[in-house]
């Protein structure tokens, strides 16, 4: 069910420095955005034809479902653990265009790399060097949104940046599904001693899409930051440099999050089990497709396609619909959202590899995805409004940490699933359903859990806000 809770992001509270800021003319502005849901697209359009891939890479690399499902999500993000946070740095330290610019162009050319590979580990390596190359575009796209638009206009902003999210996951299982049957009968071309497989020559032309969207932003006009007027987190006076260093990484939002434990580990807990069964299916839903009812890559398209693109435009809606109808009436609302959503979603999963056709199947697997975009925004604005304003962003960091590794992990746990419980590729429907029934009711009972701390938290915050202003 966690389907890119980044894409939910709240718009920023307006403040002092808002009004002296100077903005970037609407033209600017809206160019700037344009680039970045472009290049969130292709990102995300990118990453949809590579698991359409899937089945065909298992085929022609020999590989088992264990190996499949390490270059599925474990590959690309082991670097971006490491880069991840010194990357986001340098967004905060150096014109965000050429950061984003640098990204696009290194994503391209070592998605380039993945078409020339000649085994496993060079397509290991390749797909290591991918995580690091897209690291810096999530916190660069959003650092400039927040300075190119006034608080009032930046929620309309990440409300358009979500078509790039919803471009890139649908066309690319349409025109993934047509590229494959497009290029199924090339057979092996050699190319300065590189025996390339014909599915590898979508990969290349991936990648080279990448370098206009490079260019695009490099004509992008820089915003001037604004003063944030937070209180800023900075190590004690006479601090060792071990506690410097630990402050800088998140030591003292870490303490944050454990002295309110009650109200973060169980958000954060059902985060990391949905991340891992969603994003896991996810990538193993063509094999899966392919293997349990005989379809092609070209049929699945043609069939999910139209499905997840209705089901992600309702879904955008539903969440905020559900979110204003609770908060009359419930202070955890957002909670309850998210709980409710992760209801429908665990049904659906467990339910999608026991449907008795490709078709019924792909419809519960549409239904998740409505549920799953709809409750996104939702988690996010949970964890944004309970955590305190000085180190609001590393808060957010870590809980999209959880998003994202957890998420990588989840191709790998289904395929070592499949291969080491199972022991037989045609029954990776067991696999799917094995991990959803363990996985998703925990993140569910979860996320109901914690719809009373949080209710209590949101009550404690109201006094206190009230309190300040009576003062």
């Not at 809606?317 to 957002?334: I, Q, Y």
């Not at 409004?385 to 989840?410: D, K």
Request: net charge positive.
């Amino acid at each position: 069910m966690a389907i890119a809770p980044s894409m939910g992001q709240t718009a920023p509270e307006a403040d002092a420095g808002a009004h002296q800021h100077q903005w970037p003319s609407s033209p600017a502005a809206y160019y700037g955005l344009a680039v970045i849901i472009i290049a969130t697209f292709l990102s995300f359009f990118d990453a949809t034809v590579f698991g359409m891939l899937a089945e065909r890479i298992k085929i022609d690399f020999g590989l088992t479902d264990e190996q499949l499902g390490i270059l599925g999500g474990p590959a690309s993000i082991i670097f971006y653990v490491f880069v991840g946070v010194p990357l986001a740095r340098l967004v905060d330290l150096y014109p965000r265009r050429y950061i984003l610019a640098i990204s696009a162009a290194v994503t391209g050319g070592v998605t380039m790399l993945s078409g020339l590979a000649q085994n496993f580990m060079q397509f290991i390596a390749a797909r290591m060097l991918l995580g690091a190359g897209g690291a810096a575009h999530a916190p660069g796209s959003y650092s400039l949104i927040a300075d190119m638009f006034p608080p009032k206009k930046i929620p309309i902003s990440f409300a358009l940046l979500q078509f790039g999210f919803i471009g890139g996951t649908t066309l690319g299982v349409f025109f993934g599904g047509l590229l494959i049957a497009a290029t199924s009968h090339w057979g092996i071309s050699e190319v300065a001693g590189l025996r390339i497989h014909s599915w590898q020559w979508i990969l290349v032309g991936l990648g080279l899409l990448s370098f206009p969207a490079a260019l695009l932003f490099l004509f992008v006009k820089e915003p001037a930051r604004r003063v944030e007027l937070a209180e800023k987190v900075v190590a004690p006076q006479k601090a060792s440099l071990g506690r410097t260093i630990a402050t800088f990484m998140g030591f003292d939002a870490l303490k944050a999050i454990s002295a309110n434990g009650k109200v973060y580990y169980p958000l954060f807990f059902a985060l990391a089990l949905s991340a891992t069964e969603s994003q896991g299916f996810g990538f193993w839903r063509v094999p899966f497709l392919v293997r349990t009812y005989g379809m092609d890559e070209a049929q699945i398209g043609a069939v999910l396609a139209p499905m997840l693109l209705v089901a992600q435009l309702v879904g955008l809606v539903l969440g905020g619909v559900m979110v204003s109808r609770f908060a009359k009436k419930h202070k955890d609302a957002n909670v309850r959202t998210a709980a409710i959503c992760f209801t429908v979603v665990t049904v659906c999963t467990i339910s999608a590899p026991l449907m008795p056709s490709g078709e019924l199947s792909m419809a519960a697997m549409a239904i998740s995805t409505m549920f799953g975009l709809a409750g996104a925004p939702a988690q996010n604005a949970a964890v944004q409004r309970v955590a305190p304003q000085s180190m609001r962003g590393q808060v957010t960091a870590f809980y999209l940490f959880m998003f994202t590794f957890f998420g990588a992990m989840g191709s790998f746990v289904i395929g070592s699933v499949a291969q080491r419980i199972i022991g037989d590729e045609k029954l990776l429907w067991q696999a799917i359903f094995l991990t959803a029934i363990v996985l998703l009711p925990l993140a569910t009972i979860s996320m109901w859990r914690a719809c009373k701390p949080y209710r209590e938290e949101i009550e404690r915050l109201e006094a206190a806000e009230a309190a300040a202003k009576g003062g």
